[in-house]
């Protein structure tokens, strides 16, 4: 246990099912054979829960996405019981590229306007979705209108072996933030490697967001965090602090550790660990009904 300093609020988990945590764990096995740490157990939905109290880690928006076609919705089911035991823990809608339209407006408000999701979570490459696709114009323009956020996984691409590269994606972002600039986007992993496109896009959008996810690690082992620090440090209240809890190797604590030990002010340290984070919580309702968020800095500060 290692109640953090700095890490409030974890905006990337996939607190799962535990079959589908159990076959992520065999799909990073096989994605990282070097790695002893997933020889051990795969998480459990209270171990997940457990190690994020255990970092002093006190709200976190959750994704659990749907692989095959026909699933979204019993996924979505799973995502909203599971949350609602959970204070803190803020589920995102799954959408396929399957559903059908109506399947889609119905779950959107079913999920984002009855159960107070936080917004949907797509996952370009797992999932086989592009930016460009037409629905996904539908999806962002109601997400526009309510105030929801969209999640997008960007960067890695060689990784997952996608076609859909850093460059292309980051086109048809443009494309949708400009058609919509009242919408607010956070995009995951900062289109690794190309962050460069990230922050550009960050000078342009006033409502898009980073998050850290998947980052510090391998900038490390590229060499190039001190690269981008000073970018991390100047937009800290537009960046967000990700573990990938679930569906990493790595521990939360070890993310938390390794975050904390970044050589940027206490200032940024707190904005990324959590204050922009509880910030956007904030300023787009994202509460559900009756959660009060009982742990969240500003109320521990009120109750004090
Ligand atoms: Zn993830």
Redesign the pocket.
């Known amino acids: 246990m290692h109640i953090s300093r700095y890490v409030t609020f974890d905006a990337?988990v996939?607190v799962m099912s535990r079959s589908r945590l159990e076959s992520g764990w065999r799909w990073l096995q096989q994605q990282c054979h070097d790695d002893v740490r997933t020889t051990g157990k795969p998480p459990t939905p209270k171990s997940l829960m457990a190690d994020l109290a255990g970092s002093g880690i006190q709200g976190c928006f959750n994704?659990f996405f749907a692989i095959f076609p026909r699933t979204s919705r019993v996924v979505n089911e799973w995502n909203d019981r599971f949350c609602s035991g959970n204070a803190g823990v803020l589920p995102f809608l799954t959408l396929h590229p399957h559903d059908t339209s109506g399947e889609r407006s119905e779950m959107l408000n079913e999920f984002i306007l009855n159960r107070h999701f936080a917004g949907v979570k797509i996952?370009s490459f797992i999932q086989d979705i592009r930016l460009d696709a037409e629905w996904m114009h539908d999806v962002c323009a109601f997400l526009a209108k309510n105030r929801r956020i969209l999640y997008l996984?960007t960067g890695f691409s060689a990784t997952y072996r996608n076609r859909y590269h850093e460059e292309e994606m980051a086109r048809d972002l443009a494309t949708l933030l400009s058609a919509f600039p009242g919408l607010t986007v956070v995009a995951?992993?900062m289109f690794y490697p190309r962050l460069d496109l990230a922050f550009r896009l960050l000078n342009t959008f006033p409502n898009l967001y980073l998050d850290t996810?998947?980052l510090i690690s391998t900038l490390e082992k590229g060499g190039d965090v001190g690269r981008w620090l000073p970018s991390w440090e100047e937009h800290a209240e537009r960046i967000m602090f990700?573990s990938?809890a679930?569906?990493?190797p790595a521990s939360i604590l070890e993310e938390v550790r390794l975050f904390e030990e970044l050589a940027m002010s206490e200032q940024a340290l707190r904005r990324i660990g959590g204050e922009t984070a509880w910030r956007l919580v904030e300023i787009l309702g994202l509460s559900r009904d009756g959660m009060k968020l009982p742990l969240s800095p500003a109320n521990i500060a009120k109750s004090a």
């Open positions: 990337h996939h994704f996952h996984h995951a992993h996810t998947g990700g990938d679930g569906l990493n």
